[in-house]
């Protein structure tokens, strides 16, 4: 028997490990880390042998299935494609355009086919209906670049290899991989800060895995990094002269007065009040951030999804740019991806709010309306109701806050129909489920993490094996439901006409190929195949200004927008009392749809409620016991670990688990069910200025079951 090596980048998260893979006949039998790989130099987690779980899951959909009275059937693409978009035409004749809501996940920027082919669809369903897991994660991130430097695209990553000083706040790479920020092996790099003489703080309500690798650790109180970061802000400013290095021309004196005295009252006091830090230490890890010789501010998932997350987002910037960090080697600088997506925008600024939710009237950004209100969208009757769910490679129900009542709204549509590999809590609810071919059946290239990488890298990774007779690619589902909702509906002019015509024909190696070409360094996709292991095109360089899209290519330091939010501190609920329930993230989970891998869920029950010592024994509670958790909008019950891992105050559970529901076919996972965090998280918890949902920082109830 013949073995067969390819080599190939893992795409479960954002981390782009190169994989070598050893093959026989149709079977993988090894995975390791790439050593070649110039990038991940042989890294990779235990999620990566998932890759061969999933090609095997026996529970993996390969043909489109239709739900019947008396189960689901197995139908034909054509026959598949022909009724979803007959359905979907005839409930937007009915009710208008908007009557079709679209959900998109995840892993549709893991998947090469859906990000560059999923948009043309939705586009073509004409709905203001669009929702994303983006709205569940990183929108004030989006915002802040968008403000700040003219382009939502434009996220700086921290420059790790190169920094002195990483201030890590609401992140857990050690766990996560990194996430807006593409490192493999970041334990690795965060050891080697350490070891060059550099310092790593994490600022984190848990003392996490991350934390326990850094040199310190602080706690804080869920939800108060913004008087934190304004305070930090504050102390900078009060430095007799700045240091903005070659910022200097990029930004107008007169912001740095006037953010002066807009953020002038938020001093330490009010910071060691709100955040539960001392003063003493908020001064000191300010003046370490000052004197160090590179430094770097990364606030991710924890900072962004609470009530005050775009606030923050802006905050670490203003932190970043005004010790002279930003677009400098060792601080948060801007990637050169060799495909890039990013077009000048020729001044024409994207905004925020350019329409409201029909029900709760929340903003759209970037032509999305936030997630936590989908619910109120399908449930409340009028105008404008959404009839009919479009989702792709997304699991809602145990995603985004109150996720009981997404599935109760889920079950009163008239269609849904869930582009997706299994049948899970969210795509039981479909009449038709199309799943594509994935993993390790398909080609891959990292459009969206070659620009939020630490080192500009490249690779092209060739299909494993070859997908089932009869499957489809991700890329021709949404061709072929593209070209059908757009049948009798095509422009007359005949230019215009040709081109829609001739997308029906494209590949996603012709996009890449033509991208790559016009990129900065001019591969073509035949160089880039051709080096296996990928290719390293060098150090971050300093962008600024000519990547900037804001008017005169400056930095705008104090937008309006934030301004503005800044009074909503003055109405910052009062949480003292309350038990506030955070998240966690762990190495063998991804989100909600790798626990049917027998081996990334064995051992213990990893859904637990985590619990300081003092809050349990003020419940009386013990290690290991059920305790009920309530939440405004429901309650589920878990056991309880207790660990001084935790601030007082502070409970932590995992998102993503809750496979107890009825009618999924996930037999692994539904033999580890858990509880799912988001049937407590609160859809009205948001950061208004964008709707980003805040699933951290929810005041809960705990006691022993009764
Ligand atoms: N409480 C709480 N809630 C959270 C979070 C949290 O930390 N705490 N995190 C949030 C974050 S950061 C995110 S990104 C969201 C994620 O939210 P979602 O994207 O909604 O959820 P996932 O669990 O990633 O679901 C992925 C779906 O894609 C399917 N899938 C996997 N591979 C493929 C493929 O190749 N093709 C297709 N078509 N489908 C595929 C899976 O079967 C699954 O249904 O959750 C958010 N929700
Ligand atoms: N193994 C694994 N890897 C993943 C995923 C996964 O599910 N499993 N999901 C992927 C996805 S979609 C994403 S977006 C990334 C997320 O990547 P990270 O942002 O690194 O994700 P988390 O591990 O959720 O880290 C958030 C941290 O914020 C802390 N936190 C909570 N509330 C607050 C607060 O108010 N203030 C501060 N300062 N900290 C707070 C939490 O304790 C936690 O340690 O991970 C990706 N990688
Ligand atoms: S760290 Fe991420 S990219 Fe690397 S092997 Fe694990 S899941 Fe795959
Ligand atoms: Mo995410």
């Given amino acids: 028997m013949s073995t067969n090596t390819h080599y190939r980048n893992c795409n479960l998260c954002e981390a782009m490990c190169g994989l070598e893979i050893k093959t026989e006949n149709k079977k993988v039998v ?32 390969k043909f489109p299935l239709k739900k019947t009275a008396t189960g689901w059937e197995q139908i034909s693409w054509e026959a598949a494609f022909d ?12 009710y208008g355009d908007n009557a079709i809501g679209v959900y998109q996940g995840n892993p549709s920027v893991h998947n090469l086919g859906t990000t560059l082919f999923s948009p043309n669809f939705v586009r073509s369903l004409k709905t203001k209906n669009r929702f994303s897991a983006t709205s569940v994660d990183q929108l004030p991130h989006h ?23 990483w201030l890590i706040l609401g992140g857990n790479p050690l766990v996560s991989n990194g996430s807006i920020m593409t490192a493999p092996d970041v334990g690795k790099r965060l050891r080697a800060i350490k070891e060059r003489g550099g310092k790593v703080v994490v600022v984190d309500p848990r003392r996490t895995e991350t934390a326990d690798k850094s040199s310190q650790h602080i706690f804080i109180k869920p939800g108060t990094d913004v008087w934190l970061l304004l305070a930090m802000v504050n102390e900078v400013l009060e430095q007799p002269k700045l240091n903005l290095r070659h ?13 002066k005295d807009l953020i002038k009252e938020y001093n330490l006091d009010i910071a060691a009040e709100k955040t539960g830090i001392p003063k003493a230490t908020i001064k000191q890890l300010t003046a370490d951030f000052i004197k ?29 740019i005004l010790t002279g960090n930003m677009d400098r ?38 032509g999305e309306i936030p997630s936590v209100t989908l619910a109120d969208e399908i449930l409340t009757a009028g105008e404008g109701q959404i009839k009919a769910m479009v989702t792709s490679c997304g699991n809602p129900v145990l995603s985004v806050p109150n996720g009981g009542k997404l599935d109760e709204a889920f079950e009163s549509l008239e269609f849904m129909v869930c582009v997706d590999i299994y049948l899970n809590e969210t795509t039981r609810h479909a009449d038709i489920i199309l799943p594509p071919a994935t993993g390790l059946e398909v080609p891959h290239f990292d ?37 059908r909702m757009q049948v009798g509906d095509l422009p007359t002019e005949e230019a215009s006409r040709q081109k829609i015509l001739a997308q029906y024909s494209l590949t996603p190696a012709m996009i890449l190929d033509g991208g790559l070409q016009k990129g900065e360094y001019g591969l073509s996709l035949a160089e880039v195949k051709a080096a296996e292991h990928g290719l390293d095109l060098g150090p971050l360089k300093p962008r600024f200004p000519e990547r900037l899209q804001t008017e005169g290519q400056t930095i705008n330091l104090v937008p309006e ?18 038990l506030l329930m955070i998240g966690r993230r762990h190495l063998r989970s991804n989100n909600s749809w790798m626990h049917n891998s027998q081996r990334l869920v064995k051992g213990g029950d990893r859904c637990t409620i985590l619990m300081h010592p003092t809050d349990a024994a003020a419940r009386n509670l013990t290690a290991g016991q059920k305790v009920a958790v309530n939440s405004r909008v429901g309650q589920v019950e878990l056991p309880v670990e207790i660990s001084a891992e935790m601030m007082e105050g502070v409970v932590s559970i995992p998102h993503g688990w809750g496979h107890g529901r009825k009618r999924i076919k996930m037999k692994v996972a539904e033999a580890h069910p858990g509880v799912s965090m988001n049937d407590l998280t609160d859809e009205l918890l948001i950061d208004e200025l964008t709707g980003n949902a805040a699933v951290n920082g929810v005041p809960v109830e705990v006691g022993a079951v009764a």
């Fill in 143 to 165: 915002l802040a670049a968008m403000e700040m430097f003219g382009h939502p695209a434009l996220m700086p990553v921290p420059d790790i290899d190169r920094t002195d000083f």
């Fill in 30 to 61: 090894a995975i390791r880390g790439d050593k070649e790989d110039p990038f991940s130099r042989g890294h990779l987690c235990p999620k990566a042998l998932g890759m061969k779980d999933i090609y095997e899951d026996p529970d993996r959909l």
């Fill in 561 to 578: 927008i934030f301004q503005e939010d800044l009074k909503r501190l003055k109405d910052a609920p009062d949480t003292n009392g309350h």
């Fill in 329 to 366: 080697a060792g601080g948060f600088m801007l990637p050169s991806p060799a495909f890039d997506p990013v077009r000048p925008s020729k001044g024409k600024k994207r905004q925020l709010g350019r329409w409201k939710s029909r029900v709760r009237g929340l903003p759209e950004f970037n």
């Fill in 447 to 483: 459009i969206g993490f070659n620009q939020l990488s630490i080192r500009n890298v490249v690779k092209y990774s060739d299909p494993v094996f070859e997908k089932d007779a009869g499957a489809k690619y991700d890329y021709e589902i949404f061709q072929e439901l593209t070209r």
């Fill in 83 to 94: 009724e979803v978009a007959n359905k979907l035409k005839d409930i937007a004749r009915k």
């Fill in 292 to 320: 160090a010789g590179a430094a770097v501010c990364y606030g991710r998932m924890g900072v962004s999804t609470q009530l005050f997350g775009s606030l923050c987002q802006w905050l670490v910037h203003c932190l970043n």
């Fill in 247 to 259: 910022l200097t021309n990029l930004i107008d004196a007169s912001q740095i007065n006037q953010l």
